[in-house]
């Protein structure tokens, strides 16, 4: 466990962030870094510890980084444009956050004293629209270009080569992530699960987009952040890239939103709506990397991950 260190969060503000800071505040020196574009620290008890500094900044302001991120010790680079909506409304300004964004967050770490590790969030989506027990060591692909469905996933790729060549180039401690479908508590922006969850709890509708047998692997927030945390502490990680996902919580879109009223006892229907965007089919992950390298093994399965997320947005309804 890290211990007496300060740890730099870009994107401390948001779902993963946050939940990941507030597991180091009570033993060191935690700064977020954060636009707050999208705000889940403030759900979370501790948004005022003693030990949390909150600096609200862009990751574009590259002299702005590096002053905040002086000092730092582990560096954790979650910050950038996602969802669905967002980017296809925004692909420029994804591009551009998710590529020149990491480029100054990598180069900022590069000038630390003392920088025991740099910890990058890429994506499931760099396998592209069918990814089926995929390993890190597989072949990425890239949708069509002119596709803004797809720029979310260019980006992160070129980070993720990006984060790979400062490490090799410039010996950066990097490790990189690939989150499969991440859901929980705190979760803010378009999450499939919190917003069934959302609609189950008010008995409205849920709206699926397209016909629903999209195949998902999903992750609870709380697995993920211990695989995190492996990849921090665990000398195995530096200069990898490991899948993190749970490959046994599987189901389509349309199974998940039955799961979810099921589960609630809720009294909502389901209602299709035309899908207007590339989707991706098919997203399970092959994590015997992560179980092999870091003793990593997802935990939390579905129904209780529901559960345990519910309780969280019950309280806001």
């Known amino acids: ?43 979370k008890p501790f948004a005022h510890h003693p030990n949390l500094t909150v600096i609200r900044g862009d990751v574009m302001d590259a002299d702005r980084v590096k002053k905040a991120m002086d000092g730092a010790n582990y560096v954790i680079h979650a910050a950038a444009i996602a969802g669905i909506d967002t980017v296809i409304l925004s692909p420029t300004q994804t591009l551009r956050v998710n590529m020149i964004g990491t480029a100054n967050v990598l180069e900022a770490c590069r000038s630390l004293s ?10 499931s989506e760099v396998f592209g629209s069918r990814a089926y027990n995929s390993h890190e060591g597989d072949k990425t692909e890239i949708g069509a270009v002119g596709e803004a469905r797809w720029v979310y996933a260019v980006g992160k790729l070129a980070a993720e080569h990006l984060t790979h060549a400062y490490h090799k180039e410039f010996g950066l401690p990097t490790v990189t992530v690939r989150p499969f479908n991440v859901y929980g508590p705190g979760q803010v922006g378009e ?90 089919e098919l997203r399970i992950p092959a994590v015997g990397k992560a179980q092999d390298s870091l003793g990593f093994t997802a935990e939390v399965d579905l129904e209780e991950g529901i559960l345990r997320t519910s309780q969280h947005y019950a309280m806001l309804v």
């Open 1 to 43: 466990m890290i211990e007496g260190a300060r740890i730099f969060i870009t994107g401390g503000a948001g779902f993963i962030g946050s939940t990941l800071a507030g597991l180091y505040l009570d033993h060191n020196d935690v700064v977020i870094y954060d636009s707050f574009a999208r705000d889940s620290l403030q759900y």
């Open 114 to 123: 003392d920088c025991r590790r740099f910890l990058d969030f890429s994506t």
């Open 191 to 280: 999450g499939a699960i919190m917003k069934f969850i959302q609609r189950a709890l008010c008995n409205e509708d849920i709206e699926i987009h397209g016909n629903g047998t999209q195949i998902r692997a999903w992750c609870y927030v709380d697995d993920l952040t211990r695989a995190l945390m492996m990849c921090l502490e665990k000398p195995e990680a530096v200069g990898e890239s490991f899948n993190i996902g749970n490959m046994v919580a599987v189901t389509t879109i349309y199974g998940l939103a039955n799961t979810v009223i099921r589960v609630l006892e809720s009294k909502s229907k389901i209602r299709f709506v035309r899908r207007d965007y590339a989707d991706i």
